[in-house]
């Protein structure tokens, strides 16, 4: 070891540090504020405590509470800080596990019989705040599998010991703030006294291990913030996220059901849901029209071959529906033998243990066995088809970039406790696109995804968002990674100076790519603040070797594309389920399901009202007509609680002149106009933009 280590920092610049300074020392050198906001650090791309200390080389991320990392260590603290509490409280419980989650953190506890009610939260927060007050370091403590034993063993926790019974001697470590000590990989933060804000948000039952033969302990939820401010913001807008629910929302206005016949996550889209889904299909068509997209249509289901060729099987087969056997066609085995081999060094470099993976594929095989006829299975990506379609006939370089479009429909075996309204379902409709390009023409082909994702954000008044860029770690090529260091070298630097040039904000995530490709998550928020991952970007070397998918270059010899996998709308499922909270359901003219209502005074104006409505209905305006003989005021409450944009309010006087009178939605009386002059106005409001 030299006395002298060599920090790399994100922006490249190098700076020399004695060995054993910790990421806490290194941002206090760089200043001391920046070092009060420092959480946890990420060392050569593992993050770690940042008051550990460092002592060869390394590359260096300091982890804020702005950093995804930043936010789990401090959630997962404030979990241990619970933890302490609880046992402050209720002396002799015993613990699960306590892991940060999207928006905070839980850990399951045996209360030994004790229930636990709403009301005593608040009693608790203040003793963690309390206990967060004294400032108390976390220290780690690497421990002997025999001690770690022996510590809870004399605790008594039953739970720790059968954890620490399946880790292996000598990764076993123990934190420490105050008077509480975990078992815990770590990492942690600095000290308690960054946890200043706290809410126990919610009690609830959870098995050990989350099976059902085991005992059942309390889960307690909680979040945690570093200002009192930050609590207050996001309590406000939960409560408006509350009030803004897509599920609660999308039945109130009749946009999408459930049935349990049909079955759960399998949305059916009512008129006013398929009024969206049509307009939101016209912009994506004619937006992708300009930018030289084809469209295609794919079925539904393909024979299992084709799966296995994209090794979606059996890697992804949880996730699928199980096959179809069709008994009217012959099987011949030989059409598609499993090389267990190949498949395992591939599912092995996604990470899955030989173990697991042997698993997947005997599973697999016994399926064959019980079903020895053809097996189709319901389509979980349009990709394996689209690639059929490039392979179709021979391909010139003068083809490309060729860029496939559909709407397509996919399936995935969610499970049932992870179905969630709109959010996560069975089925769904998904804003594809697969780009075929040479790597000359990928920059280019990457840049004009992005302008369009750019586009729609703008259409949408999305404001925030953030590129999450997954790239690959060069010293797993061949194992994680695709063995292709130049194509990947070169995809990334390509995708980060587009990002760079076009001033889009992201963060690069080190490690994190896709087997086959470096991707880009696309994250947006809401109206309301609330994040929602929308799409994928991925960049593909693997598929198009895996099909076999070549072009004729100019030297008239076979090379292979680049496929670039795009989905800027997300599906529709969730982009609609996002729009509905975005929006509260007070949609754009363009989208709205109904863009206007005609109320008649009397029953005499109905006549005129009609009149009117074919006026619009000629021009293509989504409009409806109460024609009802409830009071003008009790229709023009249910055409604002229908959230329609425009009233068109129609009696004598309207009658006589040819005109309406107009409210907006929200805003009320906008005066009397012609017709015609209505007419002309709407159109421009409802085209797609
Ligand atoms: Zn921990
Ligand atoms: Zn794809």
């Known amino acids: 070891m030299s006395d002298q280590i060599k920090i790399t920092f994100p922006d490249g610049n190098v700076r020399e540090y004695p060995a054993g300074t910790s990421s806490l020392d290194i941002a206090k050198s760089i200043s001391e504020g920046l070092a009060r906001k420092v959480l946890a650090a990420k060392v050569n791309g593992e993050v770690r405590d940042a ?16 950093d995804k990392e930043g936010k789990a260590a401090f959630w997962h603290s404030s979990a241990h800080l619970m933890a302490e509490a609880l046992e402050a409280t209720y002396p002799g419980i015993k613990f699960g596990y306590g ?6 953190f839980y850990y399951d506890v045996d209360l030994g019989g004790r229930k636990l009610s709403d009301e005593e939260l608040p009693k608790l927060e203040k003793k963690m705040s309390e206990l967060a007050s004294q400032n108390n370091p976390y220290t780690r403590k690497e421990i002997s599998k025999k001690d770690a034993l022996d510590y809870f063993a004399k605790k008594g926790d039953e739970y720790k010991v059968e954890t620490i019974t399946e880790l292996n001697d000598g990764e076993i470590t123990f ?15 600095p000290n308690t006294g960054f946890i200043k804000a706290i809410k126990l948000t ?30 207050d913001d996001y309590l406000k807008m939960q409560e408006e996220a509350k009030k803004r629910d897509h599920r609660k929302i999308g039945k109130d206005l009749e946009i999408f059901a459930f049935d349990d016949d049909v079955g759960p996550g399998m949305p059916l889209w009512m008129p006013n849901g398929g009024a969206m889904i049509e307009q939101l299909e016209a912009l994506a068509k004619k937006t992708e029209e300009d930018a030289g997209y084809e469209r295609v249509k794919t079925p539904h289901i393909a024979r299992e071959s084709l799966y296995i060729k994209s090794g979606h099987l059996p890697y992804y087969a949880d996730s699928m529906f199980p096959p179809m056997a069709m ?10 033998p499993i090389n267990r081999e190949e498949i395992k060094k591939e599912l092995f470099a996604k990470e899955l243990t030989p173990e697991r993976a042997d698993q997947l594929i005997d599973k697999m095989l016994k399926l064959r066995k019980e079903l020895p006829q053809e097996r189709y299975y319901l389509k979980a990506m349009n990709c394996p088809h689209h690639h059929k379609i490039y392979a179709a006939v021979p391909r010139s370089y003068k083809e490309l970039p060729l860029r496939l479009a559909e709407y397509g429909t996919c399936y995935r075996y969610e499970q049932s406790g992870e179905l969630f309204g709109l959010m996560r379902v069975r089925s769904l409709n998904m804003n594809d696109a697969h780009i075929y390009c040479t790597e000359e023409q990928f920059a280019d082909e990457f840049k004009a995804v992005n302008d369009m994702y750019l586009r729609y954000f ?3 008044g999305i404001d925030k968002y953030v590129m999450r860029f997954s790239t690959h770690d060069p010293k797993k090529l061949g194992q994680k990674y695709l063995d292709m260091p130049e194509l990947w070298k070169k995809t990334e630097d390509m995708v980060r100076n587009v990002m760079t040039d076009a001033k889009i904000p992201f963060v690069e995530v080190p490690d994190e790519a896709a087997f086959y490709g470096p991707k880009i998550d696309v994250q947006i928020w809401s109206a309301i603040g609330r994040e929602f991952t929308l799409a994928t970007n991925q960049v593909d070397f693997g598929q198009p070797r895996r099909f076999g998918l070549t072009f004729k270059n100019k030297s ?17 499922e969730r982009f609609i389920g996002f729009l509905i909270e975005h929006y509260a359901g007070n949609f754009p003219v363009w989208l709205a399901p109904k863009q206007v209502a005609i109320l008649s005074i009397a029953d005499r104006h109905i006549d005129y009202g009609k009149e009117v409505m074919n006026e619009l209905k000629k021009q293509r305006i989504r409009v409806i007509l109460d024609d009802t003989s409830e009071k003008i005021g009790k229709k023009i409450r249910d055409a604002e609680v229908k959230k329609i944009p425009y009233m068109l309010i129609v009696g004598d006087k309207e009658q006589q002149e040819k005109k309406v009178s107009v409210r907006k939605h929200s805003e009320g009386d906008k005066g009397q106009m012609a017709v015609d002059d209505f007419v002309l106005a709407l159109s421009k409001e409802a085209a797609i933009p």
């Open 556 to 572: 008239n010899q076979d090379e292979t594309p680049i496929i670039i996998h795009r989905a800027p709308l997300g599906t529709h």
């Open 327 to 336: 008994l009217t066609e012959a099987v011949k085995e030989e059409d598609r």
């Open 458 to 460: 703008k259409i949408f």
């Open 99 to 104: 892991p940060p989650v999207d928006n905070g």
């Open 51 to 66: 008051f550990r200390p460092i002592n060869e080389d390394a590359s260096l991320v300091l982890l804020t509470w702005d």
């Open 202 to 231: 919610n009690i609830a039952g959870a098995y050990w291990k989350g099976d059902e033969k085991n005992k059942q302990l309390t889960r307690i939820y909680g979040v945690t913030f570093p200002k009192q401010k930050d609590l």
């Open 175 to 189: 934190y420490q703030q105050g008077n509480f000590v975990d078992l815990c990989r770590g990492p942690h933060i």
